[in-house]
């Protein structure tokens, strides 16, 4: 509880910059969290991302003022300051790739979400579609039921029906223009045509349902290549950088040579100690980013 008063304070010390920035919010950005179906403004969003990065970079100009500066250190070096700049860089950089990285990534998961989910809830449609159900009866029911971000995306369509008082097209329209789902764009824009003309809803949902359980495969297929493809860049990229760099600095300490303005010792507790830590700790958190909605 602490931590989501301390999360709920930083938020309103952030917002005192945010509410400026919300006199003329970025559409993009809106667009995005829209999407993402985040409960914060474009303003909130970009204060956030503006104060953590500074957060960051201060902190890191911290860590490498205690590294690098400080006489107990066992990093000495001829110009601490210049190295204890690299840090700072180091936060900033990173921060700053990570809000729209986080928010791409979200996006990302939310249509393979969809896409999953999306021929068992196109059954299950026409299943109420050849009871006799009215399309808005059809919508009003998956949105009770539990189809992830599918449901979701049809309570936004209700919404708009219940109460703004929108007609079901209209709310569709609003739906397709913000779906990040191509393939359920392509679907909802089938099924706005289907409402508006009086077509037979019965026979494209029975259709489109079992067409999309062989894309289903395919995606579970690209999952599997994408989380292999992962695996060998951590093996092939950072493990073996790693033991080659550790090789590198075992062979300069037994040889007496200099790696520029450290001692191999120097070099070796840096490497064990910084950056094998930060390595896997990033790697590790883009995988839960990545494949945070994924089977």
Same mark, same amino acid.
């Given at each position: 509880?602490?931590?989501?008063?301390?999360?709920?304070?930083?938020?309103?010390?952030?917002?005192?910059?945010?509410?400026?920035?919300?006199?003329?919010?970025?559409?993009?950005?809106?667009?995005?969290?829209?999407?993402?179906?985040?409960?914060?403004?474009?303003?909130? %969003?970009?204060?956030?991302? +503006?104060?953590? =990065?500074?957060?960051?970079?201060? &902190?890191?100009?911290?860590? !490498?003022? $205690?590294?690098?500066?400080?006489?107990?250190?066992?990093?000495?070096?001829?110009?601490?300051?210049?190295?204890?700049?690299?840090?700072?860089?180091?936060?900033?950089?990173?921060?700053?790739?990570?809000?729209?990285?986080?928010?791409?990534?979200?996006?990302?998961?939310?249509?393979?979400?969809?896409?999953?989910?999306?021929?068992?809830?196109?059954?299950?449609?026409?299943?109420?579609?050849?009871?006799?159900?009215?399309?808005?009866?059809?919508?009003?029911?998956?949105?009770?039921?539990?189809?992830?971000?599918?449901?979701?995306?049809?309570?936004?369509?209700?919404?708009?029906?219940?109460?703004?008082?929108?007609?079901?097209?209209?709310?569709?329209?609003?739906?397709?223009?913000?779906?990040?789902?191509?393939? %359920?764009?392509?679907?909802? +824009?089938?099924? =706005?045509?289907?409402?508006?003309? &009086?077509?037979?809803?019965? !026979?494209? $949902?029975?259709?489109?349902?079992?067409?999309?359980?062989?894309?289903?495969?395919?995606?579970?297929?690209?999952?599997?290549?994408?989380?292999?493809?992962?695996?060998?860049?951590?093996?092939?990229?950072?493990?073996?950088?790693?033991?080659?760099?550790?090789?590198?600095?075992?062979?300069?300490?037994?040889?007496?040579?200099?790696?520029?303005?450290?001692?191999?010792?120097?070099?070796?507790?840096?490497?064990?100690?910084?950056?094998?830590?930060?390595?896997?700790?990033?790697?590790?958190?883009?995988?839960?980013?990545?494949?945070?909605?994924?089977?």
């Amino acid at each position: 509880m602490n931590g989501v008063n301390i999360l709920d304070w930083y938020k309103k010390y952030c917002y005192v910059l945010g509410r400026e920035l919300d006199r003329s919010p970025n559409s993009s950005i809106a667009r995005m969290l829209y999407q993402v179906d985040a409960e914060m403004t474009p303003g909130m %969003f970009m204060s956030l991302w +503006i104060v953590t =990065t500074l957060l960051a970079g201060a &902190g890191m100009v911290c860590i !490498g003022i $205690l590294l690098f500066t400080f006489s107990f250190s066992p990093f000495q070096v001829e110009r601490p300051l210049l190295y204890a700049s690299i840090f700072p860089m180091i936060g900033i950089g990173g921060v700053g790739v990570g809000f729209p990285f986080y928010l791409q990534t979200q996006i990302s998961n939310k249509k393979m979400d969809i896409e999953r989910k999306l021929p068992y809830a196109l059954s299950f449609m026409s299943i109420l579609a050849s009871s006799g159900a009215t399309p808005l009866d059809i919508l009003r029911r998956v949105a009770r039921e539990d189809y992830g971000h599918i449901s979701h995306e049809f309570k936004k369509v209700l919404f708009r029906t219940d109460v703004l008082g929108e007609d079901v097209v209209t709310a569709m329209h609003s739906l397709v223009n913000n779906t990040p789902s191509e393939l %359920f764009r392509d679907i909802c +824009i089938d099924i =706005t045509n289907i409402i508006y003309s &009086g077509g037979g809803l019965k !026979g494209y $949902l029975e259709g489109k349902s079992k067409e999309l359980m062989s894309i289903r495969r395919q995606i579970y297929k690209e999952f599997v290549d994408s989380l292999a493809v992962f695996g060998e860049g951590y093996l092939g990229g950072v493990v073996m950088i790693l033991t080659l760099s550790v090789l590198g600095i075992v062979i300069s300490g037994a040889l007496g040579i200099e790696l520029g303005p450290f001692t191999p010792k120097q070099m070796f507790d840096m490497l064990i100690y910084v950056l094998i830590p930060v390595i896997n700790l990033i790697f590790l958190q883009m995988l839960s980013v990545k494949y945070s909605t994924t089977p």
